[in-house]
Antibody, heavy 121, light 107 residues
Framework: QVQLVQSGAEVKKPGASVKVSCKASGYTFTSYYMHWVRQAPGQGLEWMGIINPSAGDTSYAQKFQGRVTMTRDTSARTVYMDLSSLRAEDTATYYC??????????????WGQGTLVTVSS | DIQMTQSPSSLSASVGDRVTITCRASQSIVSYLNWYQQKPGKAPKLLISAASSLQSGVPSRFSGSGSGTDFTLTISSLQPEDFATYHCQQSYSTPLTFGGGTKVEIK
């Protein structure tokens, strides 16, 4: 079965960067695009972007353009989300999620457990 | 960007009640609408895709309907394990966008 295991919680200072990993198992890694979605404490869900694990191409929400980088290591079956110039408003739980369908980019289907990133001086 | 508006933002209901949550899109999204359930401290779980397609393993008391701009999630007989927050999400175009969520609480 699909399993996504994310890296552990992080505490960062304003202005720093954070890199969250998401290790996949139980499916053909290169066939399912990976979304990143975040959720600030007590708030709704916010889509950050998506990566095609096969070709490595990405699409980011405009809000995060210039600050977010999504990459993958196919041999390790792992995708990464790097967010720079952190500010307090970036405090949130960050989720990776595979798309529901192969070679599709519309529906986060299977989700990781989430990684809490806290930005505080 | 397509704006998604859910209502109500919260509701109180009893076990056995019929519950309806609505989601409205700022433009037509045809039937490109997903529903998620999220329990405290947990990741969202996909319940329904393409407005009305129940995911495998999801109880049949959950159903979705609608097209264009107006959509509905219905729980026909609320069970104790259904107390959670429900989110809609448009899958019509990027950036993907979510509604603000509806928290279903115990009356």
């Amino acid at each position: 079965q699909v399993q996504l295991v994310q890296s552990g919680a992080e505490v960062k200072k304003p202005g720093a960067s954070v890199k969250v990993s998401c290790k996949a198992s139980g499916y053909t890694f290169t066939s399912y695009y990976m979304h990143w979605v975040r959720q600030a404490p007590g708030q709704g869900l916010e889509w950050m972007g998506i990566i095609n694990p096969s070709a490595g191409d990405t699409s980011y929400a405009q809000k995060f353009q210039g600050r977010v980088t999504m990459t993958r290591d196919t041999s390790a079956r792992t995708v990464y989300m790097d967010l720079s110039s952190l500010r307090a408003e970036d405090t949130a739980t960050y989720y990776c999620a595979t798309d529901l369908h192969e070679f599709s980019s519309s529906s986060p289907g299977n989700w990781g457990q989430g990684t809490l990133v806290t930005v505080s001086s | 960007d397509i704006q998604m508006t859910q209502s109500p933002s919260s509701l109180s209901a009893s076990v056995g009640d019929r519950v309806t949550i609505t989601c409205r899109a700022s433009q037509s999204i045809v039937s490109y609408l997903n529903w998620y359930q999220q329990k405290p401290g947990k990741a969202p779980k996909l319940l329904i895709s393409a407005a009305s397609s129940l995911q495998s393993g999801v109880p049949s008391r959950f159903s979705g309907s609608g097209s264009g701009t107006d959509f509905t999630l219905t729980i026909s007989s609320l069970q104790p394990e259904d107390f959670a927050t429900y989110h809609c999400q448009q899958s019509y175009s990027t950036p993907l966008t979510f509604g603000g969520g509806t928290k279903v609480e115990i009356k």
